[in-house]
């Protein structure tokens, strides 16, 4: 059986990563490694408390050898655009995870709406990467 | 700290245009969202995404008109200015301009939104909105 471990979005500052995603979306961390034989690339994972199995990579966009530096401030500018990638929650409450995230000073694209598959909202994280929070309604597969 | 590309600043007024559509919004509002002036922001916002700021706010409103249209029965006058568009002899023009047929017709020619298929409403946002059609009554008044 193959499953989800890992999927990863570009980001601009890990640090600024890290604590919206503890700090702000409360995730937790689930790896920091920085390997100084690499480079001191940084291997940085988070993920939901209740969801052990799945994380999600929160990769600095790399300079050469691994990305001519062309190519990173093209990656880089897409994510700035919000173009590489989209992070899809969901939730039980929409509206009150909502509440619980504005409170924290998350700023919202699209606020919770009635839509025929649930109640979805939209924000960003630092980098400009979309991030969906859905309630999916019960009868609907989505 | 890894600097930051110039357009995450220009997101941030894209971002501004999707979130509050409905309120009276105009391009200097935008370019205050990206912290730039409004010559310069415009030529930016032009330069990242291809098209004209204005452009891309009055054709949000389009869009949003159309799924209005197409999954209520509300009224066009009232869809009209629920969009954040004030004047609706404009509105017209511009929808039918853009979608090749009036508001009404257009409702007319689309079955009850429960009909549709459940697509997530990101998808359709992005993917639903039409392409700007320039036209001197709702072109862009500054360059760029």
Known sequence: MIRIANAQVWVHDQDEALAFYTQKL??????DVTLAEMGNFRWLTVGPAGQPDIAIVLMAIPGPPVMDSETAE???????KGFTGTVFLVTDDCHAAYEELKGRGVEFVEQPEERPYGIDSSFRDPSGNPIRLTQVRETAAV | MASVPPAR???????LADARYFEPLVVSDLAGAAGLSRAHFSRAFRSAFGESPHG???????????ALLRGTDRSVV?????????????????????????????RAAFPPAAQHALIPACVLRAHGRPQRRTFREDSDPAPG
Not at chain 2, 9 to 15: E, P, S
Not at chain 2, 56 to 66: F, K, S
Not at chain 2, 79 to 105: D, E, K
């Open chain 1, 26 to 31: 409360g995730m937790e961390v689930r790896a």
């Open chain 1, 74 to 80: 093209q990656v880089g500018s897409l994510t700035a």
């Open chain 2, 9 to 15: 600043h220009l997101l941030r007024a894209k971002d």
């Open chain 2, 56 to 66: 891309y706010l009055l054709t949000r409103r389009l869009e949003r008109a159309a």
């Open chain 2, 78 to 106: 009232d869809i009209c200015s629920s969009v954040g568009l004030q004047s609706l002899g404009s509105f017209t023009t511009s929808f039918t301009r853009t979608y090749g047929m009036s508001p009404t017709a257009y």
